[in-house]
Nanobody
């Protein structure tokens, strides 16, 4: 069993930046991928970015996220951090950390929420103008 806890988020003025951190605990040796998703009001949960934990390489982002989000691993803290900038009010919503134990077809980390079995409780982000 894996337990994910997110930290950070909160309120930020439009144009500002935020940091979210995800700390994983439990039986983690089977984890292959971790990701950040978000769910905006009235919309389905969507991928922000994903990273393969054991293969190295760079994180992958959705088309709408790649210019404003970065993902980094803090090995000292055992966390996966999501940094973002130039927020717009339309970015307001819940942000979730997720983890998967398998790759999807093509040996890549999945891009859909169905590809991930472990989830954090989510952190709310509010962007005000």
């Amino acid at each position: 069993q894996v337990h994910l806890v997110e930290f950070g988020g909160g309120s930020v003025q439009a144009g500002g930046s935020l940091k979210l951190s995800c700390v994983a605990s439990g039986v983690m040796h089977d984890l292959q991928c971790m990701a950040w998703f978000r769910q905006l009001p009235g919309k389905e949960r969507e991928l922000v970015g994903r990273v393969a934990l054991k293969r190295g390489g760079r994180p992958e982002f959705s088309d709408s996220s790649q210019t404003r989000f970065t993902i980094s691993r803090n090995n000292a803290k055992g966390s996966l951090d999501l940094n973002s900038n130039s927020h717009e009010p339309e970015d307001s919503g819940m942000y979730f950390c997720a983890a998967a134990v398998v790759y999807t077809g093509g040996a890549r980390c999945g891009a859909s929420q169905e590809d991930y079995v472990y989830w954090g409780q989510g952190r709310e982000v509010t962007v005000y103008s």
